[in-house]
């Protein structure tokens, strides 16, 4: 699980948080939801290879954010999969309701616009 260091105030992540993060995270229905999820701030897919540890400084890679920032618990439910550029754009700190609304939409990847 996660933990806060509270000198420095980074929070460290496990390899289970991000599962936990990606399996939070909307699914495409055209896409296999291991290998892609959509950002509920962008709406544009997160591909689970491109993790922001990696590439750094691609603005499509992801990293985990908290889903309720207002009360940061470190918590499996609490964590989501998101582009790392996205997290400045989050429209308030608390996205339950906004992740609830997304969710429940129906998502698909374009794939004729993705491989012209
Ligand atoms: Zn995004």
Redesign the pocket.
């Known amino acids: 699980m996660a933990t806060l260091d509270q000198i420095t105030g980074i929070i460290d992540f496990e390899l289970a948080d991000l599962e936990a993060a990606w399996s939070n995270s909307p699914i495409l229905l055209n896409k296999n939801e291991i290998e892609f999820r959509l950002?509920y701030?962008?709406k544009?897919h997160i591909e689970r290879k491109n993790f922001a540890g990696i590439n750094q400084n691609d603005s499509f890679a992801w990293t985990i954010d908290l889903i309720n920032a207002k009360k940061p618990k470190l918590e499996f439910t609490n964590f989501i999969a998101?582009?790392q550029?996205?997290i400045e754009n989050r429209q308030s700190l608390d996205s339950r309701k906004q992740l609830k609304y997304v969710k429940a939409m129906k998502w698909e990847f374009d794939e004729s616009f993705w491989n012209k």
């Open positions: 950002c701030i962008c544009f998101v582009h550029s996205c």
